[in-house]
């Protein structure tokens, strides 16, 4: 997504899943998101839809479509030194039809709001079948990592790409500190029963303290003392289980030296 030439194919699917693992957009989600037109990244980086190539490109989340069969011959040409624009027109082809465009101004109209509540409200108010799978879908994630990947895109919309790296670096390390990511990562890839116990499990419970303490600098509010450093190799409490004790470690680490 951060590339001079992003080319798709038709094999090409495009997601931003993470509140589905308690987590949020990172790998620079949180300064591209925001960058496409309209509500298209706010609307992608909450549900994780999925994009096709063509969808890609109707949203200009990509630059060309160049058909896989001719993936191959397109890097030979660019390893042979043939400027990238031209390699790119030799081999693109058509992507079809974007299905995301008969949805375009439903997600501009119910996507607008600065609070998660809001959307849902003006999702269940656009009355569609469309409309009623996206509510359903904002009901599944984690309602914590809905609140911070909104207010991330938010402000990631008017951060350059280096402060946008910083942010990302804080919410990681905040996510390390919480429940959900674990739980996320446990329903979806460990245990794989797709029943993540959020907590909070509903989105009234996350308060604004909740949300802004992923944005905090950790320097400041962590202190480091000899006492803490003796620490570092007990586990917490929460970390109890086959998982957390896999990532205990590295949480205190984080905390520690972030």
């Known amino acids: 997504m951060h590339g001079s030439h992003r080319i798709v194919s038709e094999r090409t ?67 042979a030194g043939v400027p990238a624009d031209e390699a790119v027109a030799a081999r693109r082809g058509e992507a079809g039809e974007a299905s995301v465009t008969a949805i375009r101004g439903a997600v501009d109209r119910c996507y607008a709001f600065d609070s998660v509540e809001a959307i849902v409200k003006a999702l ?53 500190a919480g429940d959900d990511f674990y739980e996320g990562i446990r329903a979806v890839l460990v245990d794989k029963d797709k029943n993540p116990k959020w907590k909070p499990a509903d989105l009234v419970d996350v308060g604004p303290s909740d949300v802004e303490r992923h944005f905090a600098n950790p320097r ?28 205990a470690g590295a949480s205190t680490r984080s905390k520690t030296f972030g």
Not at 36 to 56: N, S, V
Not at 151 to 167: H, Y
Not at 220 to 229: F, K, L, N, P
């Open 13 to 79: 699917l495009f997601a931003m899943p993470e509140t589905g693992i308690g987590l949020y957009p990172d790998v620079g989600g949180t300064y591209f998101l925001p960058r496409l037109p309209g509500q298209a990244g706010i609307w992608l980086g909450l549900t994780g839809d999925r994009l096709k190539a063509a969808d890609m490109l109707a949203i200009g989340a990509a630059d060309a479509f160049v058909p896989s069969g001719k993936i191959d011959a397109l890097i030979d040409d660019l390893a």
């Open 124 to 176: 269940e108010a656009e009355g569609t079948e469309w409309a009623a799978g996206q509510v359903a879908t904002l009901r599944r994630v984690s309602p914590t990592s809905l609140k911070v990947t909104l207010a991330a895109l938010r402000r990631g919309a008017k951060l350059d790409f280096e402060a946008c790296m910083v942010q990302e670096l804080r919410l990681s390390l905040a996510c390390l």
């Open 220 to 247: 400041a509010a962590i202190s480091c003392s000899a006492t803490d450093a003796m620490a570092v190799g007990a586990a917490p409490a929460r970390t109890s289980g086959p998982l957390r004790s896999g990532y």
